[in-house]
């Protein structure tokens, strides 16, 4: 080679090196600077383990708000694809909450909006960090990795509430669990549109022409249709409360996580519902939001759903 060439190469070389540098260094200088003035904290692991054994911990196993004392507060939160359990959290104003946050499946993230709180969530690892909200307000919460098709909706909130809204909200905790799910306003169901709530909703896992994806979502196109004709209940609950567990589609062997749909209104569930079973396979009737209201009320988990459709549903 010319030795002139390898000069002006040599030449670029040292700026890229320095020019790349100086990046990091300007990187670092920024970490320190918010560790400094924003009162940033790197998260803490406060376990490792495989997902599983993690997930049986006392604190996961329901996972939530305990109130561990005057002015302090644990929060378990389990991310999954796509949600994160459980997506509503209360919390009196001027705790001091400690969040623990375990996946289930994938590397989440999770950042709470308006606050410095960012944490990556990862299989086998429980993260810890604590934050005190010191102003009233919902935050909202969101999944800030990458995971999947149904990344975008995986959403959350933070209710911070004054001490005695909180004490109000607590006291009828116990049977609160069993009463009725509240629909939002009833809709007319001929306003209803069916097709853009499932693109809204569905679409992200089922795909959008209901085809899903083979061996992560279930396909809708015709299978919705014959669960219709083999149990319509069954079909409704799958979306009011979710399901969950191992499942047989067409010969494919699924297992995984849909969160319930019930703070969908009863007309906009039976739009949905006649959406997904008009993708193919038989003909099903069209969907009334009374039998959608009919279902309401059991307090089904997403796992007692899956054991209703072993009982019902014919692979
Ligand atoms: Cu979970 Cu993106």
Same mark, same amino acid.
């Given at each position: 080679?010319?030795?002139?060439?390898?000069?002006?190469?040599?030449?670029?070389?040292?700026?890229?090196?320095?020019?790349?540098?100086?990046?990091?260094?300007?990187?670092?200088?920024?970490?320190?600077?918010?560790?400094?003035?924003?009162?940033?904290?790197?998260?803490?692991?406060?376990?490792?383990?495989?997902?599983?054994?993690?997930?049986?911990?006392?604190?996961?196993?329901?996972?939530?708000?305990?109130?561990?004392?005057?002015?302090?507060?644990?929060?378990?939160?389990?991310?999954?694809?796509?949600?994160?359990?459980?997506?509503?959290?209360?919390?009196?104003?001027?705790?001091?909450?400690?969040?623990?946050?375990?996946?289930?499946?994938?590397?989440?993230?999770?950042?709470?909006?308006?606050?410095?709180?960012?944490?990556?969530?990862?299989?086998?690892?429980?993260?810890?960090?604590?934050?005190?909200?010191?102003?009233? &307000?919902?935050?909202?919460?969101?999944?800030?990795?990458?995971?999947?098709?149904?990344?975008?909706?995986?959403?959350?909130?933070?209710?911070?509430?004054?001490?005695?809204?909180?004490?109000? &909200?607590?006291?009828?905790?116990?049977?609160?669990?069993?009463?009725?799910?509240?629909?939002?306003?009833?809709?007319?169901?001929?306003?209803?549109?069916?097709?853009?709530?499932?693109?809204?909703?569905?679409?992200?896992?089922?795909?959008?022409?209901?085809?899903?994806?083979?061996?992560?979502?279930?396909?809708?196109?015709?299978?919705?249709?014959?669960?219709?004709?083999?149990?319509?209940?069954?079909?409704?609950?799958?979306?009011?409360?979710?399901?969950?567990?191992?499942?047989?589609?067409? &010969?494919?062997?699924?297992?995984?996580?849909?969160?319930?749909?019930?703070?969908?209104?009863?007309?906009?569930?039976?739009?949905?519902?006649?959406?997904?079973?008009?993708?193919? &396979?038989?003909?099903?009737?069209?969907?009334?939001?009374?039998?959608?209201?009919?279902?309401?009320?059991?307090?089904?988990?997403?796992?007692?759903?899956?054991?209703?459709?072993?009982?019902?549903?014919?692979?």
């Amino acid at each position: 080679m010319d030795p002139r060439h390898h000069d002006q190469i040599a030449k670029w070389e040292r700026r890229w090196i320095a020019a790349s540098g100086l990046m990091s260094l300007m990187f670092v200088i920024l970490i320190a600077y918010s560790l400094a003035t924003e009162g940033g904290h790197i998260a803490q692991v406060a376990a490792r383990g495989t997902p599983a054994s993690l997930l049986a911990q006392p604190i996961f196993a329901e996972p939530g708000v305990r109130i561990t004392g005057p002015g302090q507060a644990q929060v378990a939160i389990v991310a999954q694809a796509f949600a994160f359990v459980p997506e509503h959290i209360r919390i009196p104003v001027g705790t001091e909450v400690t969040f623990y946050l375990t996946s289930r499946d994938v590397i989440h993230g999770w950042q709470v909006l308006d606050t410095n709180l960012n944490v990556e969530v990862i299989p086998g690892e429980i993260s810890v960090l604590r934050y005190t909200f010191n102003r009233l &307000g919902t935050y909202l919460t969101v999944c800030n990795q990458y995971c999947g098709l149904g990344h975008q909706g995986m959403l959350g909130e933070i209710e911070v509430v004054s001490a005695s809204d909180f004490a109000r &909200g607590a006291a009828p905790a116990a049977p609160a669990a069993a009463a009725p799910v509240a629909a939002r306003e009833p809709t007319a169901a001929a306003a209803v549109d069916g097709a853009r709530l499932y693109t809204v909703n569905c679409a992200g896992c089922h795909g959008a022409g209901g085809t899903g994806i083979a061996g992560v979502f279930p396909p809708m196109a015709g299978h919705a249709a014959e669960l219709a004709l083999q149990d319509r209940p069954y079909l409704i609950d799958s979306l009011l409360y979710g399901l969950q567990g191992p499942i047989l589609v067409r &010969g494919t062997n699924y297992s995984g996580v849909m969160p319930g749909w019930s703070h969908l209104g009863d007309a906009e569930l039976a739009a949905i519902l006649d959406h997904i079973v008009a993708f193919g &396979g038989p003909a099903v009737a069209p969907f009334e939001p009374d039998e959608v209201a009919a279902e309401r009320g059991k307090g089904w988990s997403p796992a007692d759903v899956l054991a209703y459709r072993d009982q019902v549903i014919d692979p």
